[in-house]
């Protein structure tokens, strides 16, 4: 899987969220969108947006916003393409990996983004969360640090490595969780894991989570709707998700 060429992106600027950590610390935003849109019907990467633009174009903005290098990862070379436009727009470094046809899964996706990144804080994100707003994307970030900061200061952390946090951490809407938005270190211990579970025919995310373990992070509902479905959208347009 090897990146596509895209045009050279200005110059990276720091986080603007105080408690979180710094790009030195390796944190990438990972964008996915590569799901086959069966149950919306039609592709919601391209659906518009009430901000400007689609789908896409915002979940892209709203990540760059944050200040860290952004990958978009997809199998459909009309987002890829559409990206790639983007890029020169955006205040951070753009890589647009192509994933294989046909789509198999987030847990695959977030293999390949560990096996590409190893040791960097994948900020794991997906399209179909058109009212993810910067907002919620910081409060995941200071939640985070703040949670595995207090935990390592129960610890003996004389010889740990405090860059990054050790745990994943997970958006939760209060009803449930959210995984495809959560922090993912893509350290040894998370790579070696999820490269087991593959390899003996995992595929859900859920489960591997549960088995690898990870720390919910309770955050607005209306910012996480995951719109899927012809209902949600109507949902999303209406407002009642924000």
């Known amino acids: 899987m090897e990146p596509r060429q895209q045009p050279p992106a200005k110059r990276q600027q720091p986080l ?9 610390a390796g944190l990438r935003c990972c964008l996915l969108s590569g799901g086959a849109s069966r149950r919306m019907g039609r592709d919601k990467a391209l659906l518009p947006h009430p901000a400007g633009g689609c789908w ?11 200040g860290a290098p952004l990958t978009l990862l997809s199998g459909h070379d ?20 192509h ?15 560990m096996h590409h990144y190893p040791n960097q804080l994948l900020l794991l994100c997906p ?10 994307l910081r409060q995941l970030l200071r939640a ?16 740990r490595d405090l860059s990054q946090p050790s745990l994943i951490h997970v958006a939760h809407d209060g009803s449930q969780a959210q995984p495809l938005l959560g922090l993912y ?5 998370h790579r070696r894991s999820l490269e087991a579970s593959l390899a003996a025919g995992e595929r859900s995310l859920q489960r591997w989570l549960a088995v690898v373990g990870s720390q919910a992070v309770p955050l607005p509902a209306g910012p996480l709707l995951n719109a899927n479905r012809p209902g949600d ?6 407002g009642d998700g924000s």
């Open 16 to 24: 603007p969220n105080p408690g979180a950590w710094s790009t030195d």
């Open 56 to 66: 896409l174009d915002h979940s892209l903005r709203q990540l760059a916003a944050l």
């Open 78 to 97: 009309s987002h890829l393409s559409r990206a790639s436009q983007l890029a020169a727009s955006l205040t951070v470094p753009l890589e647009l990996l």
């Open 99 to 113: 994933e294989p046809s046909p789509p198999q899964g987030p847990l695959i996706a977030l293999g390949r983004l």
């Open 127 to 136: 399209v179909d969360m058109p009212a993810l707003d910067l907002a919620t």
């Open 144 to 159: 985070a640090s703040s949670t595995d900061l207090s935990q390592s200061s129960q610890s003996d952390s004389s010889h």
């Open 185 to 189: 270190p893509a350290d040894g211990r």
């Open 233 to 238: 959208l109507d949902q999303f347009n209406r």
